[in-house]
């Protein structure tokens, strides 16, 4: 973190130097930029949706394992050894099969939600560069690596206008680009 300060200290006071020209910074908050855009708002939604459905389906899994070991608890006891066993091994067996589920349902959620993101983030990169490049800023800079910044130099409205405005058609960050 202390070399990501340096870097940016020595971009504000060297460029001015060599360039002889005024320093513009802007700042972007990332995350209010994903979360306050359209396509992030359809993607939370889609998220949301997928999330919902995937959780009912563990929890049929997960009540269908409850069941079995409650009733092995109940009839373990009335059962001869071998089908006690056999039931014993079938309810370790779904009960692995549920805890499997359970992880990859984790890892695949946080996978969907980083592609989600990182489609949203690109797309953001664009007119984030378009700006500087228009506005002729020398440094645009994310917002959540300073504790204050002036709010006059926060472009995060303006990117997120912009953003809305060419992918409004597109669900998620999907489509083709009007410019």
Do not use: H
């Not at 929890?59 to 269908?64: H, R, V």
């Not at 359970?102 to 959620?109: I, Y």
């Amino acid at each position: 973190m202390k070399k990501y300060y340096a870097v940016v200290l020595l971009a504000i006071f060297a460029l001015p130097v060599a360039a002889q020209e005024k320093v513009k910074i802007g700042f972007i908050d990332i995350q209010k930029a994903i979360t306050t855009s359209e396509a992030g708002k359809r993607a939370k939604e889609k998220f949301a949706a997928q999330l919902k459905k995937a959780e009912e389906d563990l929890l049929k899994e997960k009540q269908g394992v409850e069941r079995m070991k409650s009733d092995l608890e109940k009839k373990g006891l009335l059962l001869k050894e071998e089908e006690r066993r056999n039931l014993e091994r079938e309810f370790q067996r779904r009960y692995m099969g549920y805890q499997r589920s359970t992880r990859d349902f984790q890892e695949e959620l946080r996978q969907r939600e980083g592609e989600m993101t990182a489609e949203i983030l690109k797309d953001l990169e664009g007119i984030v560069t378009g700006i500087g490049k228009k506005e002729k800023f020398t440094l645009i800079l994310e917002r959540s690596q300073f504790l204050y910044s002036d709010q006059g130099i926060d472009i995060t409205d303006k990117v997120i206008e912009l953003y809305n405005g060419r992918y409004q058609g597109r669900p998620g960050g999907k489509g083709s680009e009007t410019k």
